[in-house]
């Protein structure tokens, strides 16, 4: 369910600008992670920062891979 509502979130931010807004400033790596979390809550989703974290290195992952 926690990777569920995660990639839910995802979506959810890709397609919200307000969202994008709320996270766009945030250039702190751990801000933006615990921002992340905070805003999923409010949202009804259920992730923590070590999974948004986890979704961060594996995007950068496959970034670098091409």
């Given amino acids: 369910m926690i990777v569920r509502d995660f990639e839910?979130?995802?979506?959810?931010?890709?397609?919200?600008?307000t969202l994008q807004e709320q996270l766009r400033d945030l250039t702190e790596r751990d801000q933006f992670v615990?921002?992340?979390?905070?805003?999923?809550?409010?949202?009804?989703?259920?992730?923590?920062?070590?999974?948004?974290?986890?979704?961060?290195?594996?995007g950068r992952r496959v970034w670098v891979q091409g």
């Avoid at 839910?8 to 600008?17: A, G, K, V, W």
């Avoid at 615990?34 to 961060?56: K, P, Q, Y």
């Fill in 34 to 58: 615990t921002r992340v979390v905070e805003l999923g809550e409010i949202h009804n989703c259920s992730f923590s920062i070590a999974e948004v974290d986890e979704a961060m290195r594996e």
């Fill in 8 to 17: 839910f979130f995802r979506r959810m931010i890709l397609s919200d600008e």
